[in-house]
């Protein structure tokens, strides 16, 4: 195989490795990591054996996400505050036609469902993201982990039912979630609590990532009077030069405050019967770095 071609083989996958590391990390940065360093097994390689390579890149892939899923698990113990996935720009609204198969890649990047995947064990989590995300048949995935196919059956069974047990249960229209957002920004800019507190569900949840870098929520905050004061008192302390981006990211509508050219912070909104149940709010400005607002 020629250089050349190597580097088409590679860039053709790519979004694929992508995705697929992504989600083992939650982390952009570290996704990128993995996937460079992937590129370099593949570049270095004897391609001659090579008849399937899609199925080598996602096995190098995938293998190489396990081994810095267990470096970095360290890193979140000693986290501070909650922890969120780094906000991942996705497209699919525009790239994937497909109304079912645009639900299910939204579904497994969303940020409630990377959240549940953190208390997965790193094969688990492997199974769980080429099963539930991409569909690989259980021998491809025996494959790419060198287990045998009951030993994958048995991880994908322990890890669906960890995740259908604690991952929401809903499902929400995108236009509805988009307007209730615009709704949410135009109370807190408005310092409206009134009107935050009727969109707020009793038993919302708020969830803040600062990383111990930025001004956030420490704990998570319960109940709708709750969340509504802290959002009206957030709201007073305003940012410099502020101004607002919608933006897919992690599959679903998100807001992008912007303190000039640079993101100060990501929320997203999960809405249950037309009413906010949780809110995130990512602010942990390293987690930002490599968010594309243009």
């Known amino acids: 195989m020629a250089p050349d071609t190597a ?6 996958h790519r979004p694929l490795l992508t995705g697929v590391a992504y989600r083992m990390l939650g982390r952009v940065a570290d996704a990128e990591d993995v996937v460079q ?13 090579v008849r399937e ?7 190098v892939t995938t293998r190489l996400a396990i081994d810095r899923l ?10 501070v505050g909650p922890w969120l996935p780094e906000p991942y720009v996705t497209h699919f609204a525009d790239t994937v036609p497909d109304s079912a198969e645009r639900a299910v890649l939204a579904d497994s990047v969303s940020l409630a469902v990377l959240v549940v995947l953190e208390s997965l064990s790193p094969l688990e989590r492997a199974v769980f993201v080429l099963r539930e995300a991409f569909g690989y048949p259980y021998a491809d995935i025996a494959a790419v ?14 890890a669906r039912k960890h995740v259908d047990e604690r991952r929401p249960r809903y499902e929400v229209d995108p236009a509805e979630r988009r307007d209730l957002t615009e709704r949410f920004l135009a109370a807190a800019a408005d310092g409206d609590l009134e009107g935050l507190m009727a969109m707020l569900a009793p038993d919302v949840r708020l969830v803040g990532d600062s990383g111990g870098r930025s001004q956030a929520p420490l704990r998570v905050i319960e109940s709708a ?8 008192g957030a709201a007073k302390k305003g940012v410099p030069h502020v101004s607002f981006r919608f933006l897919e990211i992690n599959g679903g509508p998100a807001l992008v405050i912007m303190s000039g050219t640079k993101p100060d912070s990501v929320f997203q909104l999960d809405v249950v019967d037309g009413r906010i149940q949780c809110i995130y709010i990512m602010r942990n400005p390293e987690k930002l770095l490599a968010l594309d607002v243009e």
């Open 37 to 49: 360093e992937a590129w370099l097994r593949w570049s270095g390689a004897d391609r001659s054996d």
């Open 70 to 79: 267990r470096q970095v698990q360290s890193r979140k113990e000693a986290y």
């Open 145 to 158: 982990l060198d287990r045998e196919e009951p030993a994958v059956r048995q991880l994908a069974g322990r």
């Open 53 to 59: 390579p899609r199925g080598y890149l996602v096995r």
């Open 225 to 232: 009077d709750k969340v509504g004061r802290f959002l009206q």
């Open 7 to 12: 580097t088409d083989v590679f860039e053709e």
